[in-house]
């Protein structure tokens, strides 16, 4: 069974439920007690993954398609379907996942399960919620990684190790054919995820379009951000030296155009002329790009594009940065997100706050 693809729209959505009669109880309502693994699987996806009025990256897409692979692969080595599961396959795969996935990860493939699972149960095509017997593992809340003795690392980057990785960015380009446009971009890229925190998948989608002038005459940029929530972020005078370089060697002219959707970041590589057939970024270039990158700096090999981010948020706080103007900068849904950042400062601050304490 193959994971379904995007239906590819609302119309086409509902002539398909209308033409379906099977999926419909006697009130109209959603029934899938009748259908078949493939159906319920293309609704999972349809109605409870890929709800309407969202957006979603193409690493979420990416990473909700592993999480499907990973449970019909485990039915299909055991030569189950969606019907037969019941209580024992439910703590069978949970143990399954846990034993061999990282913690965040297994948590993540046992959350889809557990969606899985509901949204039969509410659809009929479970008639007990299987879901409540799933037990995902603990993980460790914040920005850490995962490292021996039960100790935990930050995902994070001084701003001296972040500077020297950036100053690396350039150093990457081996090619000699668009040299100094791609110097330019890869420039900017490290300078753009340094000073704004942004996501990779915001990064990538952005358009020349994307920037603007406010009322003040500041450079900024806005972002769609997950959930398709947008916000608006200032550009450094730094950022936007280096902006207005890249702008000048892509034949770009110093004048923002809000209609403008051709994509900021594009393949450059092999290209007789960087302005034609514009290929937007990948997330696996930009990935490549930081790890080579890294590996020139000579710094610790597990850095990845986010870690950016978390050193954006961590320089903030520590410069006092109100918690709330940082909330909104991060794109956060919640500011109890931010002030795992903040608890962590203080943590690292208490022996400054007793320094001066006399017993």
């Known amino acids: 069974m193959n994971v379904p693809a995007l239906l590819s729209s609302h119309d086409a959505f509902l002539q398909q439920l209308q033409s379906?009669?099977?999926?419909?109880?006697?009130?109209?309502?959603?029934?899938?007690?009748?259908?078949?693994?493939?159906?319920?699987?293309?609704?999972?996806?349809?109605?409870?993954?890929?709800?309407?009025?969202?957006?979603?990256?193409?690493?979420?897409?990416?990473?909700?398609?592993?999480?499907?692979?990973?449970?019909?692969?485990?039915?299909?080595?055991?030569?189950?379907?969606?019907?037969?599961?019941?209580?024992?396959?439910?703590?069978?795969?949970?143990?399954?996942?846990?034993?061999?996935?990282?913690?965040?990860?297994?948590?993540?493939?046992l959350e889809f399960f557990r969606r899985f699972l509901e949204f039969g149960f509410n659809t009929h095509f479970y008639a007990t919620?299987?879901?409540?017997?799933?037990?995902?593992?603990?993980?460790?809340?914040?920005?850490?990684?995962?490292?021996?003795e039960n100790r935990t690392s930050l995902r994070?980057?001084?701003?001296?190790?972040?500077?020297?990785?950036?100053?690396?960015f350039a150093t990457v380009v081996q090619a000699d054919r668009n040299r100094a446009p791609l110097e330019a971009r890869n420039r900017l890229i490290g300078m753009m995820l340094l000073t704004?925190?942004?996501?990779?998948s915001e990064l990538i989608q952005l358009n020349w379009g994307s920037f603007r002038r406010s009322r003040q005459?500041?450079?900024?940029?806005?972002?769609?951000?997950?959930?398709?929530?947008q916000r608006t972020l200032?550009?450094?005078?730094?950022?936007e030296?280096?902006?207005?370089?890249?702008?000048?060697?892509?034949?770009?002219?110093?004048?923002?155009?809000?209609?403008?959707?051709?994509?900021?970041?594009?393949?450059?590589?092999?290209?007789?002329?960087?302005?034609?057939?514009?290929?937007?970024?990948s997330y696996a270039a930009l990935y490549k790009l930081v790890k080579d990158a890294v590996r020139i700096a000579g710094t610790r090999p597990d850095v990845s594009p986010h870690w950016f981010r978390h050193t954006f948020v961590t320089n903030l706080l520590e410069q006092d940065v109100p918690l709330a103007v940082v909330k909104d900068l991060a794109g956060h849904a919640d500011i109890s997100t931010t002030n795992l950042y903040l608890e962590r400062i203080q943590e690292d601050r208490m022996h400054d706050h007793l320094k001066n304490v006399k017993f």
């Not at 299987?130 to 593992?137: E, G, H, R, T, Y």
């Not at 200032?234 to 950022?239: A, D, M, N, R, S």
Request: proline share 3%; glycine share 6%; charged share 25%.
């Open 20 to 109: 379906r009669q099977h999926l419909l109880d006697d009130t109209r309502n959603l029934s899938l007690a009748n259908c078949t693994d493939e159906e319920f699987l293309e609704y999972f996806f349809a109605i409870g993954i890929l709800k309407e009025n969202r957006t979603f990256s193409p690493h979420t897409l990416k990473a909700y398609r592993s999480d499907a692979k990973t449970l019909l692969a485990y039915l299909a080595e055991y030569g189950l379907d969606f019907r037969s599961i019941g209580f024992p396959e439910v703590k069978a795969f949970n143990r399954f996942i846990t034993a061999q996935y990282k913690p965040k990860s297994a948590a993540r493939k």
């Open 129 to 148: 919620r299987l879901a409540v017997w799933i037990q995902k593992p603990l993980i460790q809340k914040g920005h850490v990684a995962e490292s021996g």
């Open 217 to 229: 005459g500041d450079v900024v940029v806005d972002v769609l951000g997950k959930g398709g929530k």
């Open 196 to 200: 704004l925190g942004i996501r990779s």
């Open 241 to 281: 030296q280096f902006l207005f370089h890249y702008r000048s060697l892509c034949g770009e002219s110093s004048t923002f155009q809000a209609e403008s959707t051709e994509p900021l970041f594009f393949s450059m590589y092999n290209k007789k002329d960087v302005t034609a057939n514009k290929k937007r970024l």
């Open 156 to 168: 994070e980057l001084s701003s001296y190790e972040a500077r020297q990785i950036i100053d690396c």
């Open 234 to 239: 200032p550009v450094l005078k730094e950022t």
